[in-house]
């Protein structure tokens, strides 16, 4: 496989459940990145990984949790979400997250429905 | 702090037609531009980029020109297709490598 994969595609939870997002990249990248896409909303960036260590948390509730085992792996760990946090949810990652030429690049996203 | 300015849609135009999407930026330092594209159902992709003032990025017959004086990045196509209906995002990141990005501009093109 190629690029940035995430799974699963589409997600339909209850509030009370627990479930999570797996992101796999096989860039060689050293950077990953969750931004959430909801309707008629900019990208919101919610989490950035650099080597492993978590340099950005863009003040996500903490039923988001984030988790970076290793350089081509990043999770988002989903507990006790609210309706309003139904969205898509994007993968990134990036060669030099800390040089200005870092262009992203992304999975096709996980589309989650909280009922 | 940084920001993105784009045109807001949605744009309709019919094959074969001329593509201007506005984009204006604000940031400190000098820093690089992009244009990414989503396609439905699709993550973003990046479209064309340009890294310095007077650049071009040019990408599928797209192009863009990193303008400083005016500090623009504006999309253009001279004949679109159908096929390039998608959401385009205007984006710039800084040296303190993070992203920022315009709201996206839904195109639609029709035979």
């Known amino acids: 496989e190629t690029g940035v994969t995430q799974t699963p595609r589409h997600l339909v939870m209850g509030m009370t459940n627990k479930k999570s997002l797996k992101c796999e990249q096989h860039?060689?990248?050293?950077?990953m990145y969750w931004y959430k896409q909801s309707a008629k909303k900019p990208l919101e960036l919610m989490f950035v990984?650099?080597?492993?260590?978590?340099?950005e948390n863009n003040s996500v509730p903490s039923r988001f949790s984030p988790e970076c085992p290793n350089s081509s792996h990043l999770f988002l760990h989903l507990h006790t979400l609210q309706p309003e946090d139904s969205a898509l949810y994007l993968c990134?990652?990036?060669?030099?997250?800390?040089?200005?030429?870092?262009?992203?690049?992304f999975g096709e996203g996980s589309r989650l429905t909280v009922l | 702090g940084n920001s993105v300015t784009q045109m807001e849609g949605p744009v309709t135009l019919s094959e074969e037609a001329f593509l201007t999407i506005n984009c204006t930026y604000t940031?400190?330092?000098?820093?690089?531009l992009f244009w990414y594209v989503q396609y439905p159902g699709e993550g973003l992709q990046l479209l064309l980029k340009a890294t310095k003032a007077d650049d071009k990025g040019s990408n599928k017959g797209f192009e863009a020109t990193y303008r400083k004086e005016t500090t623009s990045f504006h999309l253009e196509k001279g004949s679109v297709q159908v096929s390039d209906s998608a959401v385009y995002f205007c984006a710039l990141n800084t040296n303190a490598g993070k992203s920022t990005f315009g709201d996206g501009t839904t195109l639609t093109v029709k035979p």
């Open positions: 990134a990652s990036s060669q030099a997250p800390l040089e200005n030429t870092g262009e992203l690049f």
């Open positions: 940031a400190t330092g000098y820093p690089s």
């Open positions: 990984y650099s080597l492993e260590e978590r340099v």
């Open positions: 860039l060689g990248h050293n950077a």
